[in-house]
């Protein structure tokens, strides 16, 4: 049973800093990539940053320039490293992962990120 457990989310003031990690558990034949989505109340989920083949990166918009993404594929670790935070950054955020031998996407249970004025 692959399980992704998630830190590091919480509560800080805009501009300030924060750390999210996550690790994939459990029978691992293939890490296909990893990443952080997240969901703002009201809105749908939606893409923050992945890490793909090769440590390929992709990024939304929003956060390019603030947000960096990480990997230790190693280890089925990803990071994310999100400073200059703004209001608009506050949600849950999700580690998502594609492991496995045909890359099944995995949840994990989400972690809340809230930015203050």
């Known amino acids: 049973q692959v399980q992704l457990v998630e830190s590091g989310g919480g509560s800080v003031q805009a501009g300030g800093s924060l750390k999210l990690s996550c690790t994939a558990s459990?029978?691992?034949?293939?890490?296909?990539?990893m990443g952080w989505f997240r969901q703002a109340p009201g809105k749908e989920r939606e893409l923050v940053a992945f890490?793909?083949?090769?440590?390929?990166?992709n990024y939304s918009d929003s956060v390019k320039g603030r947000f960096t993404i990480s990997a230790d594929n190693g280890q089925n670790t990803v990071h994310l490293q999100m400073n200059s935070l703004e209001t608009e950054d506050t949600a849950v955020y999700y580690c998502?992962?594609?492991?496995?031998?045909?890359?099944?996407?995995?949840w994990g249970q989400g972690t809340q990120v809230t930015v203050s004025s």
């Open positions: 890490i793909g083949d090769y440590m390929k990166t």
């Open positions: 998502a992962a594609n492991l496995g031998l045909d890359c099944t996407l995995y």
């Open positions: 459990g029978r691992i034949w293939r890490n296909c990539g």
